[in-house]
């Protein structure tokens, strides 16, 4: 075994040929799950992760259920034309093309399981037929995240650091939450962002801009990430190290983006609907914050608005209060956010202050456009987004904890980064949980990462580990041939969770 392990770490770190070490022969042939260049250890994640995910299934469900079901009878019982004007249910269709139609897709069978999911007036319908397909769906597309991941493993410099950061990110609360509680479809569209920094990574940037186009199709809200793809794709693709056009390799990369948005959105194009498909898709009267104010900039705007409002009320002072906004940005409620005493925020304030940022890491990408630089720049074009774009959805997080989740492997810094960026994200994401008893398991879980995480008990015979954790951060470190047995491993944490409870509270 210690040949093999050598052979596996040397393999890897010359970048010959990384698959033997992602598991010994031995370990393959011995296993009692089947072998399709999946080692036992990845098996055993995606069966507890599925198994997890089936358990969910009764869990709460937000709005965002009858949404996708209101989608997908849409879909399935209008024609085209009228799938961007349809308001029978004040839950209307504002996602781009492509996503519609992989509604389409999901309608077909869901119309031969029960009929009564597709009927366009039969709204808020919560059978347990269209709960257990419905959250069948997400289990099954987020497939194509697992099957990235795995493919991010097999070509990393260092394999079993890069399967534990697959594992964390397959594994996240993140998606838990939002997906598998909440109901959304982020695990498969974070499957093809991620299928498009792998194609950069591997020096593929043609298919790299190719999938970032068909994501845009799926859902805009990618669009946070638009900056960093231009800038690369156009300095490290399109231009050569002297800064010459390649005008090759330019015209073949407008052709393929140009050939996913005319699939996408020709046919509203043709039909004389596009005017209308884009005021579903930028809705900007909805206001800058969402119901429940995202972390940001503007959160703390906002609550200073408050503050000044009270301080006003009560002591008076040199200051106009705007009578719609005393109440504008305080009920939990979608709309235009106005506020009472300080200036009001447009649309075009928040784009030059998300621009502003952005330049200082594009124009270092620019200079320096390697995979590195461009992941760094991908990393916080989804944070400068979040925290100064305009109604920022709380899920966002998500777009800078994916790509910062590659990151944390470089280097203990980014992976501090990492596990604060977690807990702020993981933790602002528990208004999404509305039953007490949600929240409850929730928080359980997390606090028994931190529990397990803080201890140092965990060394195992031939595998030392060292687990840094905090809620959603995880980080481990295999001196050996990495994960062998995962499933056991965790069994064997959750076996040790009492000695290290006692640990943490300094308990004797």
Not at 72 to 96: F, G, N, Q, R, V
Not at 141 to 164: C, F, S
Not at 480 to 501: E, K, N, Q, T, Y
Request: hydrophobic share 50%; charged share 10%.
């Amino acid at each position: 075994m210690q040949t093999v392990a050598a052979s596996s770490r040397s393999e890897a770190h010359s970048h010959v040929e990384s698959r033997p070490a992602n598991g010994s022969t031995a370990d393959k042939s011995s296993s009692r799950w089947p072998s399709l260049d999946v080692s036992p250890s990845e098996w055993d994640i995606l069966f507890f992760s599925t198994c997890l995910k089936f358990i969910l299934f009764p869990a709460y469900r937000s709005t965002d259920f009858e949404v996708h079901r209101n989608w997908l009878a849409i879909t399935h019982s209008l024609p085209l034309s009228e799938w961007y004007h349809d308001t029978t249910s004040e839950w209307t269709l504002d996602y781009p093309p492509f996503f519609a139609y992989f509604e389409k897709i999901l309608s077909i069978p869901a119309s031969f399981i029960d009929s009564r999911i597709v009927d366009l007036n039969n709204l808020n319908y919560s059978a347990w037929t269209v709960i257990a397909y419905q959250r069948t769906t997400v289990v099954l597309t987020e497939l194509v995240l697992g099957a990235v991941l795995l493919r991010l493993v097999r070509g990393a410099v260092d394999p079993p650091i890069q399967r534990i950061i697959s594992a964390s990110i397959f594994l996240h609360p993140g998606f838990l939450i939002i997906d598998h509680i909440h109901f959304q479809y982020n695990g498969f569209l974070f499957g093809l962002l991620l299928a498009s920094i792998l194609m950069a990574r591997d020096g593929h940037k043609l298919a790299s801009g190719f999938f970032f186009a068909v994501l845009l199709n799926f859902k805009h809200i990618y669009m946070y990430l638009a900056p960093a793809y231009f800038v690369y794709l156009l300095r490290a693709f399109c231009m050569s190290a002297q800064g010459q056009i390649l005008p090759t390799r330019f015209i073949s990369l407008a052709n393929t983006v140009i050939l996913v948005f005319v699939t996408s959105l020709g046919p509203f194009l043709v039909m004389g609907q596009l005017p209308q498909l884009l005021s579903r898709l930028f809705p900007f009267t909805r206001g800058l914050n969402h119901a429940y104010w995202a972390p940001n900039a503007w959160a703390l705007f906002t609550a200073a608005d408050r503050v000044l409002l009270q301080y006003v009320t009560r002591f008076g002072g040199h200051f106009n209060i705007n009578a719609s906004g005393v109440v504008s940005t305080s009920r939990g409620l979608v709309g235009d956010t106005v506020f009472a005493v300080l200036p009001n925020i447009k649309p075009i304030h928040t784009f030059m202050a998300t621009a502003a940022f952005q330049s200082l890491f594009l124009i270092k990408l620019w200079r320096k456009p390697t995979y590195k630089s461009f992941l760094t720049a991908l990393t916080l074009c989804g944070y400068t987004s979040f925290m100064f774009g305009w109604h920022v959805h709380e899920k966002a997080i998500l777009l800078v904890l994916v790509p910062l989740s590659l990151l944390a492997a470089e280097n203990h810094p980014y992976f501090r980064t990492f596990v604060i960026a977690s807990v702020a994200g993981v933790f602002s994401l528990f208004p999404l949980l509305f039953t007490p008893a949600a929240r409850f398991r929730a928080s359980c879980g997390n606090r028994l990462l931190y529990f397990v995480g803080h201890s140092d008990f965990c060394s195992f015979a031939s595998a030392h580990i060292r687990i840094s954790s905090f809620n959603a951060g995880l980080h481990y470190q295999y001196p050996g041939d990495g994960v062998s047995g995962w499933i056991p491993h965790f069994a064997r944490l959750c076996i040790a969770f009492p000695s290290s409870f006692k640990k943490s509270f300094g308990i004797k």
